[in-house]
Nanobody
Framework: QVYLAESGGGLVQAGGSMRISCTASGRDLNNLAMAWFRQAAGTEREFVAGISRDSITTFYGDSVKGRFTISRDSGKSTVNLEMNRLKPEDTAVYYC?????????????????WGQGTQVTVSS
């Protein structure tokens, strides 16, 4: 079992920056591909960014490419999402996800572990 806890989030003005983090605990933490998804009110959960187990490969959703950066700390248990040039349309609940795999997946059904989510609100 893996437990995920998000931190960060809150309110920021458009054009600003914010960092959210996700800390994993539990078993086999060195074998996790991790990702961030987000869900705005009335929409489906959307892939934002992911990082492979070895931290070498990263993927980003089209709407955040060039603005968001995902990274993992050297101990591999914490994943960060640096969000720059934020837009009102980035407003959503951001969820951390993990799976015991080498590679990142971009669909929710391939992740077995989820955090509770953290709210990010970007004001115009």
């Amino acid at each position: 079992q893996v437990y995920l806890a998000e931190s960060g989030g809150g309110l920021v003005q458009a054009g600003g920056s914010m960092r959210i983090s996700c800390t994993a605990s539990g078993r086999d933490l060195n074998n996790l591909a991790m990702a961030w998804f987000r869900q705005a009110a009335g929409t489906e959960r959307e892939f934002v960014a992911g990082i492979s187990r070895d931290s070498i490969t990263t993927f980003y959703g089209d709407s955040v490419k060039g603005r968001f950066t995902i990274s993992r700390d050297s101990g591999k248990s914490t994943v960060n999402l640096e969000m720059n040039r934020l837009k009102p349309e980035d407003t959503a609940v951001y969820y951390c996800a993990a799976r015991h795999s080498r590679s990142v997946a971009m669909t929710t059904d391939l992740y077995g572990y989820w955090g509770q989510g953290t709210q990010v609100t970007v004001s115009s």
